[in-house]
């Protein structure tokens, strides 16, 4: 049985408030690809969170 669907922009808007000096970074694990997930990945980006896939950032010696 699924659980019944979210508002992705209500649930992403406290990551608004998250603020780090090389930026705020998010990248999706397997359980978050169980559908189309265009929608929360939209609300994450627009709390002003980079959405990372399939690319690199490297800051100061770290890269992920």
């Not at 780090?20 to 002003?48: C, M, R, T």
């Amino acid at each position: 049985m699924m659980g019944q669907p979210i508002d992705a922009q209500l649930a992403a808007e406290p990551l608004n408030k998250l603020v780090a000096p090389h930026g705020v970074y998010f990248v999706a694990g397997n359980h978050e690809q169980l559908g189309d997930d265009s929608k929360y990945l939209s609300a994450i980006a627009a709390a002003g969170v980079a959405c990372l896939a399939m690319m690199k950032v490297e800051v100061g010696r770290l890269a992920d």
